[in-house]
């Protein structure tokens, strides 16, 4: 049976992740450690016999199209865009303190856990779920039998590995999502998913600080 064999990365890291800033469709660009976290990406990519990658996909906010691009220039392969891959939209939650945001909708009794919680001028998990998971099968058709690389963010990330560990929305995970963190699955002909290695960080050397990238 032919599969897709997926490659999922998150983007790098931007000063609102470092901030625990609510980003959602908001187009923040790669800090300096970011850029810094997907040249050595990249790196790694570049040293690997295999798999080989028939092509890439990414979100089209520029912190994973960013990330994509230099992680995979070496490869020759066009960065293929789209709004599908993007992160859940919080609308009028977007660009506020995550700390203080979660304190204030428990005083609203909003919860963005809830799968059918509306949010005003975005999307419900379930909606943002559906969204994603409908893309990923939609890029297993189009690329049956190969490897692909995909680059998005935290939360899809998050709706992947629901998919393909058989998690509800409701489960709780455990655990960071790690900037530039490579989480493997496939996605078999008849629209199975099945999941392999998750949260692979092993190709960052260290964590980057402003101070190392500056003298690179």
């Known amino acids: ?10 983007h790098g890291e931007t000063e609102w992740n470092a901030n625990r800033r609510l980003q959602g469709w908001l187009d923040i660009p790669l800090s300096a450690v970011g850029l810094e976290q997907a040249r050595q990406l990249g790196t790694y990519l570049q040293s690997l016999d295999a798999p080989q990658f028939a092509a890439v996909h990414s979100s089209d906010l520029s912190r994973a199209a960013e990330t994509a691009r230099l992680a995979t220039a070496h490869l020759g392969l066009p960065v293929k865009t789209s709004t599908a891959l ?17 304190e204030g909708l428990a005083e609203q009794g909003i919860n963005f856990r809830d799968p059918d ?33 995909v680059f998005a963010h935290g939360g899809v990330v998050d709706i992947a590995w629901r998919m393909a560990g058989g998690h509800s929305l409701t489960t709780r995970r455990e655990g ?27 190709h960052l050397r260290e964590r980057p600080t402003l101070d190392d990238v500056m003298h690179t």
């Not at 493997?184 to 099945?194: L, R, T």
């Open 1 to 10: 049976m032919e599969k897709t064999h997926f490659w999922l990365i998150r």
């Open 86 to 102: 993007r992160e859940r939209n919080y609308g009028v939650y977007q660009g506020l303190d995550w700390n203080a945001l979660t």
């Open 117 to 149: 919680q509306l949010v005003e001028g975005g999307e419900s998990l379930r909606e943002f779920a559906e969204r994603v998971s409908a893309e990923f099968v939609r890029l297993s058709l189009q690329h049956p039998g190969q490897n692909v690389l």
């Open 176 to 202: 960071t999502i790690l900037n530039t963190s490579i989480n493997v699955f496939d996605i078999d002909a008849e629209g199975g998913w099945k999941m392999g290695p998750w949260n692979q960080v092993g």
